[in-house]
């Protein structure tokens, strides 16, 4: 993920990192993509089960739950492993997570631990109740996806009525003082309501937000021809740039992310580089600390079944199962050939990306694309938008 706030608006300095140590165990939530370990942060899809439709849900979920979904002693005892194995964060995520009756004790077990519990959410069954128990627990955040104003996530959810549900609970939590933000995945169906979406961000004063580019995974494989081409991609980044600017000018200090297309990165930098060249050293070297894709490395995936990932997108390709292993045996298995090729990913990228002069700032971008179209999960990521030009290839 690319910070736009931290990196474009100056909201941190490589400083800031610096001063806890840069380790993920001593970094605040806000600093984590760039500590120096990159211990895992872990998404586990709690579930695949869903209440809703959506037409890009990287899960394919069905309405009814699996039978092999982990029960809640296999959970504990994960939260236990990824613990002890020095993980900073769980994201509780599905399907839709809020449908295991168990995810309360659960959240409360990972907060015990010491780790940040997140959940990623749809947000139509955050109720008053909801609220009080999971502020209880002390959850660090709650990531509600937003794909537009009604009308148009109404039908990205398939289902009439989700878009005010999900607003119904963001402002539950506002309310509760839970922290909160939007998830926005932009497609070209709804990238005109990015504006709309920022004027949503200033009026209910919600502190946070993330813009997702599309993966092409689970239904979202179905979508290719509704992504965004590179020229349409560069002005959405732009977009959302100006719209975070425009906050900050308003006194307001909202944090806004882009996230799974590294090519922001160098695309920001080399932006500032034209309106604040001092400004462009600070963020370079913060670029350089968050390391771009981190998928086997600093993020990681635990399906509803056990089975773990790359990255909560990456699903034909498992390196074992926390029912046989523990989490952290599992990561650091490098017997597996295309495990031990993640951690040491930009000795494997080709093409343009082997080229490139961004590759210790981008990583090679993201993988599970780059396999999805190609086949060769080491092919350049075809949503690179960076020209030639930007990225020095020779003529």
């Known amino acids: 993920m690319i910070g736009i ?24 939530s806000h600093l984590l993509q760039f500590s120096r370990d990159k211990k895992p942060v872990v998404v586990w899809n709690v579930t695949r089960r869903c209440n809703l439709r959506c037409r890009h849900c990287y899960a394919g979920s069905p309405g009814a739950a699996p039978a092999d979904e982990l029960s809640t002693e296999e959970g504990l005892k994960l939260i236990d492993d990824l613990s002890s194995f020095g993980s900073p964060v769980v994201l509780f995520s599905g399907g839709e997570p809020l449908l295991r009756k168990d995810l309360p004790e659960l959240a409360a077990h990972a907060k015990a631990c010491g780790l940040r519990a997140v959940i990623s959410t749809n947000g139509t069954l955050i109720t008053e109740e909801w609220a009080r128990l999971y502020g209880a627990i002390g959850l660090s955040y709650v990531g509600v996806s937003l794909d537009g104003m009604e009308r148009t996530h109404d039908r990205f959810r398939g289902v009439h009525g989700s878009f005010r549900q999900a607003l ?17 995945t932009v497609t070209r169906d709804n990238c005109r309501e990015i504006p709309a979406v920022f004027e949503l961000i200033e009026q209910e004063k919600i502190p946070r937000a993330c813009f997702y580019h599309l993966v092409y995974s689970g239904l979202g494989s179905s979508l290719i021809a509704e992504d965004l081409g590179h020229e349409e991609t560069r002005a959405a980044v732009d977009e959302i740039m100006d719209l975070t600017r425009g906050l900050f000018d308003k006194g307001l200090a909202p944090e806004i992310l882009t996230v799974d297309n590294h090519a922001d990165g160098p695309y920001l930098y080399l932006r500032l580089l034209r309106e604040n060249p001092l400004r462009a050293a600070e963020v370079l070297s913060l670029l350089r600390m968050n390391e771009g894709n981190s998928s086997g490395r600093g993020i990681g995936c635990v399906g509803w079944d056990g089975e773990v990932y790359a990255d909560q997108f990456w699903r034909n390709h498992s390196f074992g199962n926390v029912r046989k292993r523990p989490f952290g045996e599992i990561w650091e298995d490098l017997s597996d050939e295309l495990m031990a090729e993640l951690k040491e990913k930009k000795r494997h990228i080709k093409g343009r990306c082997r080229a490139c002069r ?4 981008c990583a090679g971008n993201f993988r599970a694309r780059a396999e999805a179209v190609t086949g060769d999960p080491w092919a350049p990521d075809p949503a690179c938008y960076l020209t030639d030009e930007e990225i020095s290839l020779p003529e």
């Open 358 to 361: 961004w590759l210790d700032v």
């Open 168 to 184: 119904r609970g963001i402002r539950i939590c506002l309310d509760r003082g839970i922290k909160v933000g939007v998830r926005f």
């Open 5 to 28: 706030s931290k990196l474009y608006c100056g909201a941190v300095e490589a400083a800031d990192v610096l001063r806890y140590g840069a380790e993920s165990s001593t970094l605040p």
